[in-house]
Nanobody
Framework: QVQLVESGGGLVQAGGSLRLSCAAS????????IGWFRQAPGKEREFAAA????????YYADSVKGRFTISRDNAENTVYLQMNSLKPEDTGVYYC??????????????????WGQGTQVTVSS
């Protein structure tokens, strides 16, 4: 199993920044990729960004491209999500998730088999 713990959420004004962290432990060798997803109240969970452990290939949703940056520290088994120019519509619970090597889609939640508990991000207008 892979255990994931998110941190770094909070309340910020529109235009501000936050950095989320996702610390992975356990069988991290079975993890191919870490994705960040978010879920606003009453809405489905949606993909935000993802990064592969081995070669740091990154993927972004159009809604966050140019504002969010995903990175990883392999030595610390930690993935970061730097969020700049935050908007009220970025509000939600942010989850990090681990995908196995056989997963085929980087944006579909069903392709990720381990999830963290989530961290709340609230952007006020």
């Amino acid at each position: 199993q892979v255990q994931l713990v998110e941190s770094g959420g909070g309340l910020v004004q529109a235009g501000g920044s936050l950095r989320l962290s996702c610390a992975a432990s356990g069988r991290t060798s079975s993890s191919s990729r870490i994705g960040w997803f978010r879920q606003a109240p009453g809405k489905e969970r949606e993909f935000a960004a993802a990064i592969s452990w081995r070669n740091a290939i990154t993927y972004y949703a159009d809604s966050v491209k140019g504002r969010f940056t995903i990175s990883r520290d392999n030595a610390e088994n930690t993935v970061y999500l730097q969020m700049n120019s935050l908007k009220p519509e970025d509000t939600g619970v942010y989850y990090c998730a681990s995908a196995p090597y056989y997963s085929s889609s980087y944006y579909a939640p069903r392709e990720y088999n381990y999830w963290g508990q989530g961290t709340q991000v609230t952007v006020s207008s």
